[in-house]
């Protein structure tokens, strides 16, 4: 069983940039896909990315393809989602997931979740 701690969110300014970090802080990290999820206030949480756990292949929703970007350094035990041009939409908490494979179903079927961490963007 692995435990995911998420970080590096705050307040930041409309086309600004965070890296936020899920951290494995017991059991390896290496043996899990990860996905970033996020949910706003009133809102259902949706998928943002997700990584094989070599980190060959990602995939990431539509609304920030070309602007988020998911790495993995398994050696660390983090996964990190570097997040540019953000906008206010992207306000949310941002959760941190792990499951065994990919498989055929990259955005669900997560076992493990992060408590979130809090992402704001401001205008």
């Known amino acids: 069983q692995v435990q995911l701690i998420e970080s590096g969110g705050g307040l930041v300014p409309a086309g600004g940039s965070l890296r936020l970090s899920c951290a494995a802080s017991?059991?390896?990290?290496?043996?899990?896909?990860v996905g970033w999820f996020r949910q706003a206030p009133g809102k259902e949480r949706e998928f943002v990315a997700a990584?094989?756990?070599?980190?060959?292949?990602?995939y990431y929703a539509d609304s920030v393809k070309g602007r988020f970007t998911i790495s993995r350094d398994n050696a660390k035990k983090t996964v990190y989602l570097q997040m540019n041009s953000l906008k206010l939409e992207d306000t949310a908490v941002y959760y941190c997931?792990?499951?065994?494979?990919?498989?055929?179903?990259?955005?669900?079927?997560?076992?493990?979740w992060g408590q979130g961490t809090q992402v704001t963007v401001s205008s």
């Open positions: 017991r059991g390896a990290l290496s043996v899990y896909a």
């Open positions: 997931a792990a499951k065994p494979f990919i498989g055929n179903n990259y955005r669900g079927g997560y076992v493990y």
């Open positions: 990584i094989t756990r070599g980190g060959g292949t990602t």
